[in-house]
């Protein structure tokens, strides 16, 4: 597939459209809320970003996806999830997990806090399609805590081949992977080389190549380019979509 000229977008996080209600503050890289053409404005294969905010003893009921795969990355707090496909877990933070909808699976996902404990969920949800429709229904999850101590670009999710024996959890999408580097101050990252990336900055504060200073809730979205580096001015997290097509 054809790839657009090749650009570097900076994407403050002030720009990320916003949805409220009664308990959760949703920041969103992409349109979601109500949007029924996700494809429409998608970056590369990444179609959902975003960054949530729950509030205790709240989340979403129990609702239905197709032909998705949804990887969950849990910054504060914890979420309880459950399926119709009999799978149930409690992320945290340092856990990857990916649900994969294909045929058709109901789940929901809560903070796992109760009203009296006051602790809210902070997550990031990304959404990206299955490079083949209609599989069964799967999930996966995986404590990678350890991995991430290493200031390093760690490879949480992905479908990509080379990435068979070294990813933490395996996703539906061969174009497709997901990078976390947890970085102490003065540290640096290269961005993965690839026709499509992401790069968005969860925690801290980094100094990315060619484009200045990031702050949390920024973001790069990378077109027919890679290689730069980023260096962390103060302990950061970052998050990295690779991706090597689009949807057109």
Known sequence: MAVRESGVRVV???ERRR???EWLDSRQSFPATGNFDLAANAHGLLMIHNEDIVDPGEGF???QHRDMEIVTWVLEGT???QDSAGHSGLIHPGMAQRMSAGTGILHSERNGAG???RERLHVVQMWVPPHEPGTAPGYQELDITEQLTGNS???VASGIPRDRDRTAIVIGNRFAAFHVARLESGHTVQVPDAPYG???VARGSVEFEGSGVLTRGDAVRLTATGGQRITAIEPSELLIWEMHTTFA
């Open 12 to 14: 403050p996080g002030a």
């Open 79 to 81: 979420v309880v999830h």
């Open 153 to 155: 670009l760690v490879a």
């Open 19 to 21: 949805w409220r209600n």
């Open 61 to 63: 009921d129990t609702h």
């Open 198 to 200: 992401h790069v968005f």
């Open 115 to 117: 009203l009296l404990e």
